[in-house]
């Protein structure tokens, strides 16, 4: 019944922005801390952002202070990362996670390259 749909990976340029958004079903979305992780090619996945079920606390993996936001609209059961500043090795696939354990989005590729 959990159902996690991320969106909106694409290719972009270095220096890019791009919007990921994550679509859930299934449970009660506004109870969960949510998260991102993203996992490049011959890589670990990796958590890349957290976000209290409130939205009042975020964390953030090193790489991506200052670049990516991470943001959640618990009226539309949905939690979105905001990438700006986008880097090559900002290549992986996104996925969304409910908390840091647990049910997995499909994940949504994105590209960044010139």
């Known amino acids: 019944q959990v159902q996690l749909v991320e969106s909106g990976g694409d290719s972009v340029q270095p220096g890019g922005s791009l919007r990921l958004s994550c679509a859930a079903s299934?449970?009660?979305?506004?109870?969960?801390?949510m998260s991102w992780y993203r996992q490049a090619p011959g890589k670990e996945r990796e958590l890349v952002a957290v976000?209290?079920?409130?939205?009042?606390?975020?964390n953030y993996a090193d790489s991506v202070k200052g670049r990516f936001t991470i943001s959640r609209d618990n009226a539309k059961n949905t939690m979105y990362l905001q990438m700006n500043s986008l880097k090559p090795e900002d290549t992986a696939v996104y996925y969304c996670?409910?908390?840091?354990?647990?049910?997995w989005g499909q994940g949504t590729q994105v590209t960044v390259s010139s």
């Open positions: 996670r409910r908390g840091i354990q647990g049910y």
């Open positions: 299934g449970f009660t979305f506004s109870k969960y801390t």
């Open positions: 976000i209290t079920s409130a939205g009042g606390n975020t």
